[in-house]
Each structure stands twice: as structure tokens, then as C-alpha cells.
């Protein structure tokens, strides 16, 4: 069962996204499901990720905007925070009281996070320090 | 065949079955042709049913009918099952069956009323719905049912109106009820004409499309103001029942010169020149603002209606919680809210009241439990 909440607020960021996109992210849903979009993250300029475009992929869940997206990395990045998989460690993409996901954030916020976690990584909190996965 | 000697097998393959099968109905034998083929004579699985004057029932009980193939060990057996199945639904459908008498009586009546008066009409004879127009051109609809026991049952009507009517004192007269309700639609012409100015001159947010049976409007003062006005359909000239809904210092400053002047009704000039007058203002129209101008979306689910489902009905709901911190007075639809703080274990919980934090600002937020 899908939340009643989540078809207008999903057809409501689709469109914020499309109308006022976040600087050097493009984001654009799945022809077939609505539920399934696709993202671009440009590599900001004077860091290792400069000219690059990274594609990641994003699964709505049912529960949503009650629950985070789920985003994965589907180009392969070197990033202490993002494992070979393309999962991605951010407090922002899990539940509380593990995370600190809430329905005040969206998935133009949540890309905008991971673009700075691109320029900014975070070492306190790696996922590959030497391929050592984190305990979620 | 044992149980059943009017069905036996077309030849030695003993794939192809035909005969009759006797049904038991009100005391009353019927044989009805039925032609059974095997595609596997060893496998009753395998097995179809046809029969031209069953074909509706055996249609309607596809499911019930392929369950007890997979859970039968022969034909026979199958067959027992089959005759108690059928016997049991043919029962239950001549029991919803008007007998002639009541049919002529009912079209009698239709003649007496009119039939341009009458739509929906199932072939059944079951429910219809009337059109009756009252003294003042008003169109209303009564949806009528009419009960398969008519000798102990009364019709069942279902009328758009602000009251509730118990129909048991009726005669099941088509022209009878017409002249009751008749009566009962222009008791309320003064009702629906206080609604009907509003509806027009005013912005009304909720509800949306309001059947003639709702008795409340709720209008936009100003931005991010409405006021919830409850007429009394028997008084509808009287001070309604109001509340206003918005951001704290705006409710504030409206409830105070409502109270200051409400001595100032006057029962001689409708509800809208009224509130015009008292709160001396011109009501915003909807051509020359939207929504968002008004009110702010729900944070939750991003828009300003939220489609619920209520008693078989769709119903939209606008937010009705907001955020006490001034700078934040974020809006919510309370389902919202409540889902979301119901979710986190870091939300307290105490008597008939959740505490947890704004997703915007993190300031408390309270919610009683409904």
C-alpha cells in the first residue's frame, strides 16, 4: 500500500525539479514509473570528480515522504562514503533514530547533500576506509 | 451415473458426459440440461461444465465452481456438490424477484407521477432516482431502493437535504413521497439561497462542489485567513457558528472584531451582507488569486487538498495544523503530521496527545490522537 501522500507530493517535486533544478544536478523521472528517476551529478570543478557526470538511480518507496528515498551511485566513484555497490553513507538517507531523514527534505535537498558530500567527504563516518564496510 | 441417473456418458471414452440435473427450488423439481467433457477421464480436475439455461449462475460461481473441481475425488461427488451449490444460489436470486402483482402496482405509479420524472431506473425495478423539481426551480434528486420484502419493508430514500427523515411512517406510494418532499425542498429555499449568495460572491475553499445537504462554507478573508461559517437550516438568517482558521495573529485579530460587533447582525439582510458589513471587507474572489497566494501547501505531501477516503466517499481535506512557532506557522494536513510523528520512537506519547518536533523548525508540536 502506498501512502495517499505520495502521488501528489511525487508529481509536485517532478515538477519543482524540472522548473528550478538544484545547481548541477538534472533529475528526471522513469518513462515507465513514475517511482524510479534518474540523476546527473556534475563533478564540481578543483576537485578529483571535475568533468565528470555521475549517474545515480533513485527507487521511491511506498512509505514515502515517510521514509527516505533509496539512491545509489550507479557510476563508479572513489569516495571514502559511497561503497562498490554505489550505496551511499548519509545520516539524511536513514531513519531516525539512526539517521535523520524527515519529510521536510525532498530529493532535490537529498541530491543537493550528496553533491556537497562529493566536495566534502566525510572520514569520521566512512564506508570504504580500506574496503571497511560500515555497520548500518 | 449413481446419484445422478439422467447423466450418463456419450460413449465408451467416457470423456463427454450429457443429461439433466435436478434442482430442488421451493419444493419444486426443475431439470436443467447440462453437458459435462473430460479432457483426461481419470482427472476430474480436467473437467467443464456446460449448461445453456445455467450459464448465468455457473458464470456468476467460475471461482467456487474451479475450487471444488481441484477438491473433488469423482464426478459424483463433484455433482452432489454442484446441485447443493446451485440450489442454494437459485434460492437466494428468486428471492430477490418482485412477483407481477407488485410490478404492474409500481408502473401504475410511475404512470400516475410521470415518467419524465424518473431516471436511473434499474431494470430490476430495484432503485431509481426521481428528479423533483420545487416552487423555486431548484432540480433535486431522490435516490429510492425499493425493498425485495415490500410487505414488511419501507422504501428507502435518500434525499440531498440538511436533515435527517425517517421514512418509516410512509406508505410506499411513489406519489405520496413526491408531495412530502416537495414540501420539505421548499421549506429550505431561504437555506440554500443564504449558500447560494455565498457560493457566488465569495471564495469558498470547502466544501468543494457542497452537496445541497452541507451546512457550512468555509471562506477566504485574506491571505492565509478563511472563516468557517455553520448556518442553521431552520434559522439561516441567524448568527452562524463560526471559526476562523489560520495563522494565530490574524485569528486573533478577526475573533476580536467579530465579538466586538457581532450586536451589529441583522436577521433582515442575508449572511454575506452581514459578514460584509461587520468585517467590513470585500471577499477575495477565486479569478483573482490562487491558492498558494491564500495558504501555504501541506509540508507533508506538497498540496493543499489531500484526497482521503471517507465512508465509500473520496473527500478533500484542507491542512488543519499548523506550526505554533510564529516564524515557522508551517501548515499540515493533521494525517500527515500524524503519520510522520506516529513513525519516530522519539516521539512521546501522553494520555490522548503525541509530542514531537516540526520537521521545518524542530519546534514541539503537539497532536491530540483522534
Same mark, same amino acid.
Given at each position: 500500500?502506498?501512502?495517499?501522500?505520495?502521488?501528489?507530493?511525487?508529481?509536485?517535486?517532478?515538477?519543482?525539479?524540472?522548473?528550478?533544478?538544484?545547481?548541477?544536478?538534472?533529475?528526471?523521472?522513469?518513462?515507465?514509473?513514475?517511482?524510479?528517476?534518474?540523476?546527473?551529478?556534475?563533478?564540481?570543478? &578543483? /576537485? +578529483?570528480?571535475?568533468?565528470?557526470?555521475?549517474?545515480? @538511480?533513485? %527507487?521511491i518507496?511506498?512509505?514515502?515522504?515517510?521514509? =527516505? *528515498?533509496?539512491?545509489?551511485? &550507479? /557510476? +563508479?566513484?572513489?569516495?571514502?562514503?559511497?561503497?562498490? @555497490?554505489? %550505496?551511499?553513507?548519509?545520516?539524511?538517507?536513514?531513519? =531516525? *533514530?539512526?539517521?535523520?531523514? &524527515?519529510?521536510?527534505?525532498?530529493?532535490?535537498?537529498?541530491?543537493?547533500?550528496?553533491?556537497?558530500?562529493?566536495?566534502?567527504?566525510?572520514?569520521?563516518?566512512?564506508?570504504?576506509?580500506?574496503?571497511?564496510s560500515?555497520?548500518? | 451415473?449413481?446419484?445422478?441417473?439422467?447423466?450418463?456418458?456419450?460413449?465408451?471414452?467416457?470423456k463427454?458426459?450429457?443429461?439433466?440435473?435436478?434442482?430442488?427450488?421451493?419444493?419444486?423439481?426443475?431439470?436443467?440440461?447440462?453437458?459435462?467433457k473430460?479432457?483426461?477421464?481419470?482427472?476430474?480436475?480436467?473437467a467443464?461444465?456446460?449448461?445453456?439455461?445455467?450459464?448465468n449462475?455457473?458464470?456468476?460461481?467460475?471461482?467456487?465452481?474451479?475450487?471444488?473441481?481441484?477438491?473433488?475425488?469423482?464426478?459424483?461427488?463433484?455433482?452432489?456438490?454442484?446441485?447443493?451449490?446451485?440450489?442454494?444460489?437459485?434460492?437466494?436470486l428468486?428471492?430477490?424477484?418482485?412477483p407481477?402483482?407488485?410490478?404492474?402496482?409500481?408502473?401504475?405509479?410511475?404512470?400516475?407521477?410521470?415518467?419524465?420524472?424518473?431516471?436511473?431506473?434499474k431494470?430490476?425495478?430495484?432503485?431509481?432516482?426521481?428528479?423533483?423539481?420545487?416552487?423555486?426551480?431548484?432540480?433535486?434528486?431522490?435516490?429510492?431502493?425499493?425493498?425485495?420484502?415490500?410487505?414488511?419493508?419501507?422504501?428507502?430514500?435518500?434525499?440531498?437535504?440538511?436533515?435527517?427523515?425517517?421514512?418509516?411512517?410512509?406508505?410506499?406510494?411513489?406519489?405520496?413521497?413526491?408531495?412530502?418532499?416537495?414540501?420539505?425542498?421548499?421549506?429550505?429555499?431561504?437555506?440554500?439561497?443564504?449558500?447560494?449568495?455565498?457560493?457566488?460572491?465569495?471564495?469558498?475553499?470547502?466544501?468543494?462542489?457542497?452537496?445541497?445537504?452541507?451546512?457550512?462554507?468555509?471562506?477566504?478573508?485574506?491571505?492565509?485567513?478563511?472563516?468557517?461559517?455553520q448556518?442553521?437550516?431552520?434559522?439561516?438568517?441567524?448568527?452562524?457558528?463560526?471559526?476562523?482558521?489560520?495563522?494565530?495573529?490574524?485569528?486573533?485579530?478577526?475573533?476580536?472584531?467579530?465579538?466586538?460587533?457581532?450586536?451589529?447582525?441583522?436577521?433582515?439582510?442575508?449572511?454575506?451582507?452581514?459578514?460584509?458589513?461587520?468585517?467590513?471587507?470585500?471577499?477575495?474572489?477565486?479569478?483573482?488569486?490562487?491558492l498558494?497566494?491564500?495558504?501555504?501547501?501541506?509540508?507533508?505531501?506538497?498540496?493543499?487538498?489531500?484526497?482521503?477516503?471517507?465512508?465509500?466517499?473520496?473527500?478533500?481535506?484542507?491542512?488543519?495544523?499548523?506550526?505554533?512557532?510564529?516564524?515557522?506557522?508551517?501548515?499540515?494536513?493533521?494525517?500527515?503530521?500524524?503519520?510522520?510523528?506516529?513513525?519516530?520512537?522519539?516521539?512521546?506519547?501522553?494520555?490522548?496527545?503525541?509530542?514531537?518536533?516540526?520537521?521545518?523548525?524542530e519546534?514541539?508540536?503537539?497532536?491530540?490522537?483522534?
Amino acid at each position: 500500500m502506498t501512502s495517499p501522500q505520495l502521488l501528489s507530493r511525487l508529481k509536485r517535486e517532478i515538477q519543482m525539479l524540472e522548473e528550478e533544478p538544484p545547481h548541477g544536478i538534472y533529475c528526471w523521472p522513469s518513462e515507465t514509473n513514475m517511482r524510479h528517476l534518474h540523476a546527473q551529478i556534475r563533478g564540481y570543478e &578543483k /576537485t +578529483p570528480y571535475e568533468n565528470g557526470i555521475f549517474k545515480l @538511480d533513485i %527507487r521511491i518507496p511506498d512509505r514515502y515522504p515517510f521514509e =527516505p *528515498p533509496h539512491i545509489q551511485f &550507479k /557510476t +563508479p566513484i572513489y569516495h571514502p562514503n559511497v561503497d562498490n @555497490d554505489g %550505496r551511499i553513507c548519509l545520516d539524511i538517507l536513514k531513519l =531516525p *533514530p539512526k539517521g535523520s531523514w &524527515k519529510p521536510s527534505l525532498n530529493i532535490s535537498t537529498v541530491l543537493t547533500s550528496i553533491s556537497v558530500l562529493m566536495q566534502d567527504p566525510n572520514p569520521d563516518d566512512p564506508l570504504l576506509t580500506e574496503i571497511v564496510s560500515c555497520v548500518y | 451415473m449413481k446419484d445422478f441417473p439422467l447423466i450418463s456418458p456419450c460413449d465408451y471414452t467416457l470423456k463427454h458426459y450429457v443429461g439433466f440435473i435436478q434442482l430442488f427450488i421451493n419444493n419444486e423439481e426443475h431439470e436443467y440440461p447440462i453437458e459435462i467433457k473430460l479432457d483426461d477421464p481419470s482427472n476430474i480436475k480436467t473437467a467443464t461444465i456446460y449448461s445453456e439455461k445455467l450459464s448465468n449462475l455457473l458464470e456468476d460461481n467460475k471461482k467456487i465452481i474451479s475450487q471444488m473441481l481441484q477438491n473433488s475425488s469423482d464426478l459424483n461427488t463433484f455433482l452432489i456438490d454442484l446441485k447443493d451449490l446451485l440450489e442454494k444460489k437459485e434460492i437466494l436470486l428468486s428471492s430477490k424477484k418482485y412477483p407481477l402483482k407488485y410490478i404492474s402496482k409500481m408502473i401504475k405509479e410511475f404512470d400516475e407521477i410521470g415518467w419524465d420524472k424518473i431516471s436511473n431506473l434499474k431494470s430490476d425495478l430495484h432503485s431509481l432516482t426521481l428528479n423533483i423539481n420545487d416552487s423555486y426551480n431548484r432540480n433535486h434528486k431522490l435516490d429510492l431502493i425499493f425493498p425485495y420484502n415490500y410487505n414488511t419493508e419501507v422504501i428507502q430514500i435518500k434525499a440531498d437535504i440538511p436533515e435527517k427523515i425517517d421514512n418509516k411512517y410512509f406508505i410506499n406510494e411513489l406519489s405520496k413521497i413526491v408531495d412530502f418532499y416537495k414540501n420539505i425542498f421548499d421549506k429550505y429555499n431561504n437555506f440554500w439561497s443564504q449558500l447560494e449568495e455565498i457560493d457566488k460572491k465569495t471564495w469558498v475553499i470547502e466544501p468543494l462542489n457542497p452537496p445541497r445537504s452541507s451546512n457550512y462554507r468555509r471562506i477566504i478573508i485574506e491571505k492565509k485567513c478563511s472563516i468557517n461559517i455553520q448556518v442553521n437550516p431552520n434559522n439561516p438568517r441567524s448568527f452562524p457558528i463560526y471559526q476562523f482558521m489560520g495563522s494565530d495573529d490574524l485569528v486573533q485579530k478577526w475573533t476580536m472584531i467579530l465579538i466586538n460587533k457581532q450586536h451589529q447582525w441583522n436577521i433582515n439582510i442575508s449572511i454575506y451582507e452581514n459578514l460584509k458589513k461587520i468585517l467590513n471587507i470585500e471577499f477575495p474572489q477565486k479569478e483573482k488569486m490562487s491558492l498558494s497566494d491564500i495558504s501555504d501547501a501541506c509540508g507533508i505531501c506538497y498540496s493543499h487538498y489531500l484526497t482521503i477516503e471517507k465512508d465509500d466517499k473520496l473527500e478533500k481535506l484542507l491542512p488543519d495544523k499548523q506550526c505554533k512557532n510564529v516564524k515557522c506557522s508551517q501548515p499540515y494536513h493533521y494525517k500527515c503530521i500524524f503519520e510522520w510523528l506516529r513513525s519516530l520512537t522519539t516521539t512521546k506519547k501522553s494520555f490522548n496527545y503525541l509530542y514531537g518536533k516540526c520537521p521545518y523548525c524542530e519546534e514541539m508540536i503537539t497532536l491530540p490522537i483522534n
